[in-house]
T-cell receptor, first 111, second 111 residues
């Protein structure tokens, strides 16, 4: 079942902060975050695993509430390069099965 | 280290034709995935594999077939192409509990 993302779209000025949310009705093993620019492949940002382990880029932060099956991606002091579509992806098991992406959040950062 | 490679980059098919999209990774990843992405939409999982000889259906498998005879290769076969299969196809690979590495994508048009 596809995770739900909010908001669908957000417009920021450079330097502003944003939060993107992802929620699932299923118990999750992991939540992934990717950014995709137009015409390109998705690029990895962050993975949050059940049990608290996180892997990702230094300038990106995220949280994973295992009880609520919710994750949030925090973008602080946004830059023009942050523009793109952000997808969360969820997997129920730890063997790669049933990986599902959310519908995406379109982020535009203006000068 | 080339990562994930996909061929061809672009292809135009006539209705009813068949083709194979190639995907190869050189990172010795066990898990491989095929996604399709329609314009302005998210990624939908077509098929995935957790190792050589093991494949399973994702969300949208109808009209496609896969095989995994080696760790490196995960080809996607389209039989009897239909206009609804016009999309961008991404292949990805990963190891357990880690981020997915995406190929550059194949843009397919069926007319």
């Amino acid at each position: 079942q596809q995770p739900v993302q909010s908001p669908q779209a957000v417009i920021l000025r450079e330097g502003e902060d944003a939060v993107i949310n992802c929620s699932s009705s299923k118990a999750l093993y992991s939540v992934h975050w990717y950014r995709q620019k137009h015409g390109e492949a998705p690029v990895f940002l962050m993975i949050l695993l059940k049990g608290g382990e996180q892997k990702g880029h230094e300038k990106i932060s995220a949280s994973f509430n295992e009880k609520k099956q919710q994750s949030s991606l925090y973008l602080t002091a946004s830059q023009l390069s942050y523009s793109g579509t952000y997808f969360c992806g969820t997997e129920k098991g730890n063997y790669g099965q049933n990986f599902v992406f959310g519908p995406g959040t379109r982020l535009s950062v203006l000068p | 280290n080339a990562g994930v490679t996909q061929t061809p980059k672009f292809r135009i098919l006539k209705i009813g034709q068949s083709m194979t999209l190639q995907c190869t990774q050189d990172m010795n990843h066990n898990y491989m995935y095929w996604y399709r992405q329609d314009p302005g939409m998210g990624l939908k999982l077509i098929y995935y594999s957790v190792g050589a000889g093991i494949t399973d259906k994702g969300e949208v498998p109808n009209g496609y077939n896969v095989s995994r005879s080696t760790t490196e290769d995960f080809p996607l076969r389209l039989e009897l192409a239909a206009p609804s299969q016009t999309s961008v196809y991404f292949c990805a690979s990963t190891r357990r509990g880690a981020e997915q590495y995406f190929g550059p994508g194949t843009r397919l048009t069926v007319t």
